[in-house]
């Protein structure tokens, strides 16, 4: 039928898929299998920590922009002491936000390790009063309860000799055309701690940065990507590797449209900071948080939400609300949440959606209370049933406008039950008789009537 999409095929992913690669062009390889966990997951939750929530600056950025100096930042490892830390309380806190996944900054661009690493002394196992593996236990607590494990490595190490760069504005260390051998003995470095963690580990996603200061050549991306997938074939990695990873990764700000990559997270802080920032108190409030969450699933992607414990390894109050009210209501609306696909257009109700990964179950969130019916435009085929989901009070719908004399679909206006009303986000279920098809023209004017 003219002027239709089918919007069970744009959410099964035939899609073009974006590349930042520069120089050569990656080849995509077809990884819709492996990445199945990832496209249903829908949440995972983001860990910053290490050396820079002691004093509360800004993780590895902080020296790398002059704001104190390298020293100072440095010297905060001796008084790093993880007295509080409880691997097994964070990994039940992961569990009941919902979050399918977990990603842990094993190393940020401070080069510090939260491992026991043989590549260098630069872990908190020798640098701090902590005095030992943090991330083992962390690994075997999240995998205990279900939740795939995934490990943040920063490519670049500011605090390596053999790492170019330091400061922003240098100057810098070395040349990389001039010290080839310099940069490769950088290189072999970053694998060995790469196989040590692969080692002890086994990721099931590995979460790169740092990637920009250097072209997909210098880094040889394609050789690291293609080592970690021949020791893991399993293994996911994310995009910021010069175009050689399986998922985009934007940042804080939630893509206006939908991102080009099928599969796609958004990273995003609970307040303004990455790591624990003791003066930082502007947390976003939960209905914001749950806005974006939902943005992200109604385009097709995840949310990864971050959380900064504080050096003794106690998380903030505010944090543990957030994911303690998110893993609520996402248990009062699982159907709604994990396995779902992008929605149908924007134009079609004033409210976000998404489907179920057969099409045939339309997902309409409402982050407002209706004034009157809520209505949708364009449904074609036939409507089974419409539900509340989380309520066993069903709603009642009608269709105005259609008219036989032309293929456009009335107008749907449903009506909900005051009591049936979510306090924080209402979920209806459109069930279809069929995938989700919707009319995507402008409207016809009459020439036959009967």
Wanted: charged fraction near 25%; glycine fraction near 8%; hydrophobic fraction near 40%.
């Amino acid at each position: 039928m003219k002027n239709l999409i089918l919007t069970a095929i744009l959410a099964a992913g035939l899609v073009s898929t974006s590349c930042q690669q520069q120089g050569a062009v990656p080849v995509k390889e077809d990884t819709t299998a492996k990445m199945q966990w990832f496209e249903d997951a829908k949440l995972g939750i983001f860990i910053h920590w290490g050396i820079y929530a002691v004093d509360g600056v800004g993780e590895s950025w902080s020296f790398h922009n002059g704001q104190i100096s390298h020293e100072d930042y440095m010297a905060q490892a001796k008084r790093f002491t993880a007295s509080n830390y409880d691997p097994a309380a964070w990994a039940d806190l992961i569990a009941a936000s919902g979050a399918r996944y977990t990603v842990i900054t094993s190393k940020h661009h401070d080069g510090v390790a939260l491992w026991d690493t043989k590549a260098d002394d630069k872990s908190l196992v020798k640098m701090s009063p902590a005095a030992r593996d943090l991330l083992t236990p962390f690994a075997e607590a999240v995998r205990a309860r279900g939740v795939k494990l995934g490990l943040y490595y920063s490519l670049l190490d500011w605090s390596h000799p053999d790492y170019p760069n330091i400061y922003r504005n240098g100057p810098a260390r070395y040349d990389i055309a001039a010290e080839p051998k310099r940069w490769q003995s950088f290189l072999d470095f970053d694998m060995l701690q790469l196989k040590e963690l692969q080692d002890a580990y086994r990721p099931d996603l590995w979460w790169f940065d740092g990637d920009w200061e250097q072209s997909a050549e210098t880094w040889k991306a394609k050789e690291l990507t293609d080592s970690l997938r021949t020791w893991n074939p399993a293994c996911i990695i994310n995009s910021r590797i010069q175009g050689y990873g399986d998922y985009g990764t934007p940042e804080v700000g939630v893509p206006v449209v939908r991102p080009e990559d099928r599969y796609w997270e958004l990273c995003y802080t609970i307040n303004d900071s990455w790591g624990f920032q003791h003066k930082d108190l502007n947390f976003k409030d939960f209905n914001m948080i749950l806005r974006t969450f939902v943005d992200c699933i109604s385009g097709g992607g995840n949310l990864l939400l971050d959380i900064g414990p504080r050096e003794d390894g106690t998380i903030p109050q505010e944090e543990v609300d957030v994911l303690r009210r998110l893993g609520q209501w996402i248990g009062k609306h699982a159907e709604a949440v994990y396995g779902t696909r992008a929605g149908i257009p924007d134009q079609h109700v004033k409210a976000y959606t998404t489907l179920n990964s057969t099409g045939d179950i339309l997902y309409i969130y409402l982050p407002y209370k209706p004034l009157g019916t809520v209505q949708v435009k364009g449904l074609l085929d036939h409507i089974k049933n419409i539900r509340v989901v989380g309520s066993s009070l069903a709603p009642s719908w009608k269709i105005f406008n259609k008219q036989s004399w032309n293929d456009i679909p009335g107008l749907l206006e449903i009506s909900v039950p005051e009591e049936a009303l979510d306090p924080d986000m209402t979920v209806l279920a459109i069930e279809m008789d069929g995938p989700v098809q919707v009319y995507r023209g402008s409207g016809q004017v009459i020439t036959f009537n009967e």
